[in-house]
């Protein structure tokens, strides 16, 4: 795998950590900040930082270290999640996007200096930063908090490294000065838990280097008390591409597990880690508790600043300290060490304060925890991988001519007169089921592009002045890929209008007898093969007198037109339509509307409105749930064979002479249960020959569509009801109005796929305009 | 006396060359490794300069290793300093 490769990979990691850390921050500002949530954002951000780390992306990582360094004392409950801080963390994640923006795409490298600011000020004034003690009882010796530097050090915290990196980076340097900063680093280590850490081949022939990942090891607490040289064969022998040797290394009891796993987060399955093995032979307690690491780094011992920030170190002095609260958390209340004050130059380091130490119990429930989570974690890596998407629509496409064949050779059977076979529809039901799991690899749940939506708000309203609430339903709905990408602009267009034109400021809301705060709903769901995707909010509802003044003035209808409430709602998706007074930067050219439907349309969609003066609109997007294959009914019309989608169809009949009407010379109206819909010949659209003319002689089609209601078309005959691939008319000919694509029928000839909805809208206002 | 001077960089390379130059050496005679200029160090040389005492000590064979500040702190923090120095 090429470094490019690589690469690729962390991009597609760093935007799914993004939209993880997104979901999270949401959350916690609902007030649902569990471990689970606070940890998940965290590990999303140190996950980025590591990659960052890696392939030396140094502003991306710098940032990320110190976000990461804030959410370390929100997960430590050092911080207190409150509303401002989940405001700060929601925008240093919108930072962190920009920051990810510019190392993937070449974006302007974001100015993170008052942010980074601002994160470091909410640490200095952490409520338990002074406190020297605890703040909870507890049993076990506790260990501090890394201590973090402004700014890591060059090759800080990588999670792994290319052998390419080693070029650019003094490792000796950079393992002591890490160290050096590190206080964990300078303090004794007493005897604790241990892990055998065993460099597989693969991390050597990946370009890894597992020095650095000890260094880490090394500066969260641990301890190499040996190394296993047994396997190092003879330099007759000795291949540096292989890996011979083996690392024990001693953490403090009360290191939290899951900060070592983390260090291996980005090595997979390159490295054999076996958890709490014995103490080599030869090495005593004492001598670990009496290795002076400082020494042993040659740390310079810094010079006491009176202003220091003070650290809270491993004591193993277990004796009951006064000051100490007990806490529910705690079962019991058991003696706590006594912690020693080691002062720290501040130039060095920001203050952190001791994290607490589970109890007895608790602390044996984390371990559990955390064993039981390891093999979870590495059973979900392993259900999962990463395709070329360029292999999977080649997929598709295959599947696509195997359900085109699979038709030809059903007709081909209907023709010899064996179409009833029990293979033939063993076969048809395992050519949908093949074509359905196809299609579900593309589909992606649409919460990736509901999550780009709260950032977009908050800069909205940051520019508005508005308050929004951000309501999500359906996060899980998924939909094709290429659906889900080309959906971005056209939802991305109905939340700006939205908060623009549709939501009121506060003062106006308050005024108009609502909450101050606006809603913004976005929903998805899945119906009649279709997804409905929803935009509604409970501002003021479309002006629709002031729409209509707008298009006379504008030309667009004539001052005498007879409208209704749906035309003129309606008129907004004219190009050019806009009753914004000014233009700003959010909405008012009258192209966002416009380019709406347009996009909409180009996914075999529909877009349509309702809207209550005063309570608010709602924009419905009906989109196909994949734009390869779909369902469709074959219907004849003269010489030609046509298919209508199945998501237009509901119902089809062969209507009596009392249920159709004449209106007019040319025009039939089709009574179904009292209600009249338009009767459309298909034979003018398609120019066909022979076609049958009257309606009680032919098949009448009903079909519902988004903007003009149902209507009924008028058909010889229909001849199945099948899946057909759909390909692209604009891609091999041209776009045609009324056509939507073209298809091949299992008796090889090509036929037209309908836009039902174009059609008839075309249709009725033709219709209108004759009348 | 053999002696083989070890670059800055102790990078795989390195140790491949390493390897390859003292192969011909193990049982020649005394071999220096100076590693006097060592900035960097990897596993690979690690597991190299031990194989390199081992083969070394097979062979009754006398090998020393100078190394540097920052070589010798990187074997002291990786447990092996006993098999290298």
Known sequence: MTNEEIQGIFFLECEEALTAAEAGLAACREGRHDDDTVNGVFRAVHSIKGGAGAFCFTALQAFTHGFETTLSDVRDGILPIEDSLVDLLLRALDMLNDHFLAVRDGAPLPDDAALLAELAAVLVQAPDVAEETPAAPAAEPVVAEPVVAETPAAGDDLDFDLDSMLAGMALDDVDLEAAAAAPEAAQETVPGWTLLIRPLDAAMANGGEPILLLRELERLGGQCIHCDVQAVPHVDEIDTTESSLAWTFLFPEALDRKKVEEVFDFVGDDFQLSWDVPVPAGFSAEAASTIDVAETIETPAPAPVAEAAPVVAIAPVAEPVAEVKPTAAAPAPAPAPEPVVTPVPAAQAEPVAAQPAPAPAAAAEAATGDKGAAPAAATGASQSIRIDLFKLDRLIDTVGELVIAQAMMAQRLAWAGTAAVEELATLESLTRDIQESAMAIRAQPIGSVFSRVPRMLRELQTSTGKRVRLEMQGEATELDKTVIERLGEPLTHLIRNAVDHGLETPEERIAAGKPGEGVLTLSAEQRSGRILIKVSDDGKGIDRKRVLAKAVERGLVSPEAQMSDEDIDNLIFAPGFSTAATISNISGRGVGMDVVRQNVKDLGGRISIESHPGKGSCFTLALPLTLAISDGMIVSVGDQTLVVPLAHVVESLRPRPEEVASMGASRQMLNVRGKFIPILPLLENVGAIGAQTDPTEAVLVIVDTESAGQAALLVDNIRDQRQFVIKSLDTHYRPVNGVAGATILGDGRVALILDVDSLVADAVATRRLAA | ?85
């Open chain 2, 1 to 85: 006396m053999h002696v083989v001077s070890l670059p800055e960089k102790c990078d795989r390379v390195a140790a491949h060359d390493l390897a390859q130059q003292l192969r011909p050496l193990i049982g020649q005679g005394d071999i220096t490794i100076d590693g006097t200029a060592v900035r960097q160090v990897g596993q690979a040389m690690l597991q190299t300069l031990v194989s390199a005492r081992l083969s070394a000590g097979h062979a009754e064979q006398k090998l020393s290793i100078t190394a540097s500040d920052q070589m010798r702190r990187i074997c002291r923090m990786t447990a092996l300093e006993q098999h290298i120095l």
